[in-house]
């Protein structure tokens, strides 16, 4: 049963990441696309606790860091969703999950993870990433994140619930 879940965690995580890097370009504003990667780990984060969440983070960032068309240093979106996994993975420890509380979240985690990518790309001086344009496109990320969240968070969520180990008592 580790196998399948596996695998199917893999099917997941390659399937969002090149629907963003090859489908979303095409409904992109200023440049900037919908994060799929990122709201699959945020549902990965709210079911599955940080742990998971963070691992699949590394593997979905990574995916993008490394996809073509890419143009940045590779790692800044790996270690953007491993934090955004970790700290939405916290989320589901303190409260709740609600549909509120899951849009919250989603915009939260997609602050934090876009603009630890832009600071990235302006500590490491990355001439694809100009430092005036990095801050600007924040709000749009969150935006388009956010609006992505009803179609991709429950089912993803339902996802990973039946792909959820099952707890042996001893």
């Known amino acids: ?6 695998l199917v965690l893999t099917v997941v995580v390659t399937l969002a ?14 440049g900037v696309v919908p994060n799929l990667a990122l709201l699959v780990v945020v549902a990965a984060a709210l079911v599955r606790g940080p742990e998971f969440a963070a691992v699949i ?16 240093v590779a790692g800044q979106w790996a270690l953007s969703l491993v934090l955004v996994g970790y700290l939405a993975g916290r989320v589901r420890h303190d409260a709740h999950t609600s549909a509120v509380a899951a849009i919250v979240t989603v915009a939260a985690s997609s602050f934090v993870g876009t603009s630890v ?22 709000p749009v990320a969150v ?27 001893y």
């Open 1 to 6: 049963m580790a196998a399948v879940r596996a």
């Open 57 to 72: 983070g590394f593997l979905g960032g990574l995916a993008i860091d490394l996809a073509p068309p890419t143009d940045h």
């Open 117 to 138: 990518f832009a600071l990235g790309a302006m500590v490491l001086s990355d001439p694809a990433v100009p430092a005036s344009e990095a801050l600007a496109v924040i």
């Open 143 to 169: 935006v388009y994140d956010v609006l992505l969240t009803p179609f991709v968070l429950p089912v993803m969520m339902r996802l990973f619930r039946r792909l959820e180990p099952h707890q042996v008592a």
């Open 17 to 30: 990441v090149v629907l963003q890097v090859a489908l979303f370009p095409y409904l992109s504003y200023d």
